[in-house]
């Protein structure tokens, strides 16, 4: 389905979906509200409701070289799903075929909020064998990866701009992924804001799913409270196992000073932005892994 970029929200708008009229009278009344347009979803009817997202729609422009590597490579290297009426959405029908858009069968690895693509380029360039899907709702976040892409000449990776808290439900096929990463996630530290959290009982539900008996989850944080919160979602869910269960325990641990539950750090990320400006103000960096069991 052809998109267009929407005005509003920054974000893909459907070709010919609506973007004046009862919709957006009905927007501007909730943006009014103090509800910004990213905590709102179109229904079919035009009417919006209130949503709680793990990120907020910001109109930023890509850097201009980024958006030029987009124009250029996009139809090769982006993988544009049908949507519903709103953007970021997936077809709950679409489902993906690693076959058809690599070419081959291989492991697939998708990483969920990419950022700029650095953990994905460099796994890519390190494991030609594999495939990747670089996630990421940000569009200068995305055309950078595609930048990096073809810089780098990777023809392993795919990037999606897509929720993947919405999207993992239904996008992919059972037991099809060997690997799922979440590094670094918006930490919403307020406990008002801990609804948004992308990593959620909900998300591990879709992700155990999606992975392969013995696939893998990798999780990292800079975060305290968020690593507790991430290791406590891994052992909570069905199907997935911890481990590293009871490693690397901390005085900290609300749960307990011998609870402990992660990882060695994942020797295969690089050191991206986010962990960088964790370290440089003393924070802990966590790893958590889930396997499917
Ligand atoms: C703090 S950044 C970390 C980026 C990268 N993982 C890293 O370590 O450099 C978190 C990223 O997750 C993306 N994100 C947040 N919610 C998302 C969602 N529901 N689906 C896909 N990406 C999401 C944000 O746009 C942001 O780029």
Redesign the pocket.
Known sequence: MSTARDAVGGGLRPEGAPRKGAAAAAGAALEHAGVSRSDAERLPDGRLKRVT???VVRGERPDPRHAQAWEKHADRLVVEPPRTTEP?SVDPAFRFDAEAVFGRRAPLVV??????G??VAAHAAAHPETDHIA????HP?AAQIVSQLAHAGLENVRVME??????FATMFQPGSLAEV??????PWPKAKHHKRR?VSPALADDVVRTLQPGGVWRL?TDWADYAWWMRDVVEACEGLENPYAGERPSPEDPAGADRGGFAPRFDERPL????RKGLGVDRTVRDVVGRRV
Do not use: H, K, M, Q
Request: aromatic share 18%; glycine share 8%; proline share 3%.
């Open positions: 997202r793990s990120y970021l990483e969920i909020g990419a950022g700029s650095d953990a996630i990421e709702v940000w976040g897509v929720d993947a808290a919405r999207a990463w979440t590094f670094f996630p918006d992308l990292a991206t932005r986010f962990e």
